[in-house]
């Protein structure tokens, strides 16, 4: 499975972002998929998964209303609209999927190469 993440840039506070990640697997909907974000100096931090049909998401309380994971399975993509976007989400944001998912690194076996997203005041 690999993973190819992209859309990362540079924006101004308030502005938006919409992140992909296209998966090159044969059986993209059996994919729990999600992302997560590393700051410089930080952990790598959970962000938002979604379920293998798109019917159920999750997101961390700090991107809650502002952030929102999609799929399209015919085109194995999994998204992330960022909107309203604040210095503290400055960070590269990686794609991830697994079989299982979860909302925590060690639940996935494969990761995108990660895209920078910078907020700039």
């Known amino acids: 499975v690999q993973l190819q993440a992209s859309g990362g840039g540079q924006v101004q506070v308030g502005g938006s972002l919409r992140l992909s990640c296209v998966a090159s697997?044969?059986?993209?909907?059996?994919?729990?998929m999600a992302w997560f974000r590393q700051a410089p100096e930080n952990e790598r931090a959970f962000v938002a998964a979604?379920?293998?049909?798109?019917?159920?998401?999750y997101y961390a309380d700090s991107v809650k209303g502002r952030f929102t994971i999609s799929r399209d399975n015919a085109k194995n993509t999994v998204y992330l609209q960022m909107n309203t976007l604040s210095p503290e989400d400055t960070a590269v944001y990686y794609c991830?999927?697994?079989?299982?998912?979860?909302?925590?690194?060690?639940?996935?076996?494969?990761w995108g190469q990660g895209t920078l997203v910078t907020v700039s005041s």
């Open positions: 991830a999927g697994d079989p299982s998912g979860g909302l925590e690194v060690r639940f996935y076996d494969y």
């Open positions: 697997v044969r059986s993209f909907t059996t994919y729990a």
């Open positions: 979604i379920d293998w049909m798109g019917e159920r998401t």
